[in-house]
């Protein structure tokens, strides 16, 4: 029986070591999966980052959520840089209302959508969603490039508030795709060597 239990142990953390490395991403395989979207017929092309997501087991419905960068040309022609937080749970409005960095420097906030996605009869309950955007200046991303990229976003529900994180990697890819990897690394540098762990990332 031990033995049964040491080589079953084993196995799971062989499976686990697996995922780990099927899980990690170089700069180089990011700035891939940043790509250009059009938006609508007379709209300027959408830079959106790799899609990172999250899911928590909560009963019939996972809490999920859905976070990544973007660059959007508004109606007046202003370049905007942002991070997207898509929330879809269950258990009342939690009223994303504010965002800010972890510095505690608020960003310029919107409410995109409230509404609900699905509903279920059998458990007379709806699945909500949220989709707020909070603004960054391009030099909040380039300082992002060091330590990474941490958007707090306040609920008004207590306990309800969610950090969207971007690590190093992801921003420094986002960045290579947006201005060009000669504007961003220094002579001769690689975009090989720098790895992130993205657990569910959508591809």
């Known amino acids: 029986m031990k033995r049964l239990i040491t080589v079953l142990l084993g196995a799971c953390l062989s499976m686990a070591a697996q995922a780990d490395s099927a899980d990690v991403l170089t700069v ?21 980052g790799m899609s990172i997501t ?15 960068i973007r660059t959007i040309v508004d109606d007046e022609g202003i370049t905007r ?21 972890a510095d505690g420097q608020e960003l310029a906030f919107n409410a995109e959508e409230r509404r609900f996605s699905r509903c279920s009869s059998a458990f007379l309950k709806c699945d ?16 992002a490039m060091t330590n990474g990229l ?23 890819a986002y960045l290579i795709k947006l201005d060009g990897e000669d504007a961003v690394l220094p002579a001769g540098g690689e975009t090989e060597k720098s790895k992130i762990v993205a657990i569910n990332a959508s591809r």
Not at 151 to 165: E, I, N
């Open 128 to 143: 909500q969603r949220e989709v707020v955007t909070a603004e960054l200046s391009h030099e909040q991303l380039k300082d």
């Open 28 to 48: 180089k395989e990011m700035v891939e999966l940043t790509q250009y979207h059009r938006v609508g017929a007379d709209r300027d092309p959408v830079l959106r």
């Open 150 to 172: 941490a958007v707090y976003f306040d609920a008004k529900k207590p306990g309800r508030d969610t950090v969207a994180q971007f690590p190093p990697a992801y921003v420094l």
């Open 54 to 68: 999250k899911r928590i087991p909560k009963g019939w419905v996972d809490d999920v959520s859905e976070r990544y």
């Open 81 to 101: 840089h942002q991070v997207l937080l898509e929330v879809r749970y269950v258990g009342g409005w939690r009223y994303y209302r504010a965002a800010s960095l």
